[in-house]
Each structure stands twice: as structure tokens, then as C-alpha cells.
């Protein structure tokens, strides 16, 4: 059985061969283990893209305090202005720079997105991360950071931001997807078993 390491290895190996660069986007709502898939593709030694730190980097830049209601203000504003690809094209520049041939971009939201990536990176695939809204609920209080709803009421408004964006849109089309309702190590396990398949499909294409 090929471990988990050596299926992103394989994969490695078969983007450097075409020398082009591939991309996998992760999507889900908030609280839905984004933020864990980063983590664990992270400790393989693969590069994460945040979109989200674009907002909270602007947010900065603003002089504002990072909570739910700034970052969502943020984020509607920085479309509105740029359109609905600009955080997308944000990230562009960063992901060139980078010397990988396998990036993972967390928190795509919405297709004009994808659209943007798929431009410039056509070996593009969406990752969508599936949690029911008390689970996720749950995890955003017990994580504590400090854009986190407080309540159901601020967790229920953000579901609503972000489903507005679009986000609902990008996970339906997603290429893959991933229930996240258990334990880490089954987080883990489905994450190893869906790049196994991914794995196997771009090796039956490699001639």
C-alpha cells in the first residue's frame, strides 16, 4: 500500500516531468477543516497560498481590528472595487514566486476565482471540504481565533457572506470532496485515499 507521503511524492514527480506548475484549490464553509487539509499538506513540505490572509493583510493595512465584521466588510469592499477576482489575482504573483510544481490554495470562494486561477494554472482541480453547520459550529468556538463568530447568530451571518460570494457555487463544482465529520486521523485517511485516486487518474495520463 503506498503511504500518504509517497502519493503526493508520485504526484510530485509527474508535474516535474511536464514542468507545469499544479494547483489545488480548497474550498468549504467556515469551520469545515480548511484550515486542518492546510496543516497536513503543510508538514509534507507542500506550500500553502491563504487567500484569506489577502483580506486580513488589507484589513491591516486599514488600521482595523480583525474580527468577523471587519473581514467581511474587507472582503465585499475589495471586490466590489477590483471585481470578483481580485483576491484571486492578489494571490497570483505569490504562487509564480513560488519554486513548487504542487501549490494548495485554501479558501477559494467563489468560481470567478477559479476562473482567474484556471487562466494562468490550467492544471487546476477543487478540493471542497463538507462539515454539517453544528459541527462547524463547535470547532469555530473551541478554535477561538479572533475573526471567529462568538455565537450562532455572527456564525449564521458569515455562512450568509460567504454563501453571497459564492462559495456555495464553487463547492458544488468541486472536482473532489471530503466529509469532515470525524476524527483527524479519518480526515487524514480520506484525504490519503482521494489523492490516491487523483494520483491514478494523472498517471494514466502521463504518455
Known amino acids: 500500500m503506498l503511504r500518504f ?91 509564480k514566486s513560488i519554486d513548487s510544481p504542487v501549490i494548495f490554495i485554501d479558501g477559494l470562494r467563489s468560481l470567478y476565482e477559479v476562473e482567474e486561477f484556471k487562466k494562468k494554472f490550467p492544471d487546476f ?14 470547532r469555530l468556538l473551541k478554535r477561538g481565533r479572533s475573526d471567529d463568530p462568538q455565537s450562532w447568530e455572527e456564525f449564521a451571518e458569515r455562512d450568509r457572506r460567504e454563501l453571497k460570494v459564492g462559495v456555495g457555487e464553487v463547492i458544488a463544482t468541486a472536482d473532489y470532496m471530503l466529509v469532515n465529520e470525524g476524527t483527524l486521523k479519518e480526515l487524514e485517511e480520506n484525504l490519503m485515499d482521494l489523492l490516491k485516486r487523483e494520483v491514478g487518474e494523472i498517471w494514466a495520463l502521463r504518455d
Open 5 to 95: 507521503v509517497d502519493v503526493l511524492r508520485l504526484l510530485l514527480c509527474w508535474v516535474m516531468a511536464t514542468e507545469r506548475k499544479m494547483l489545488i484549490g480548497t474550498t468549504g464553509m467556515p469551520g469545515a477543516g480548511k484550515s486542518t487539509v492546510k496543516e497536513i499538506v503543510k508538514k509534507l513540505g507542500f506550500p500553502v497560498v491563504v487567500m484569506g490572509d489577502e483580506i486580513r493583510l488589507e484589513a491591516k493595512r486599514r488600521g482595523l481590528s480583525i474580527t468577523p465584521e471587519s473581514l467581511g466588510k474587507v472582503m465585499l469592499e475589495i471586490r466590489r472595487v477590483e471585481g470578483p477576482a481580485a483576491v484571486a489575482r492578489r494571490c497570483i504573483p505569490k504562487i
Open 125 to 138: 482541480k477543487i478540493l471542497a471540504i463538507h462539515a454539517s453547520p453544528q459541527t462547524r459550529f463547535k
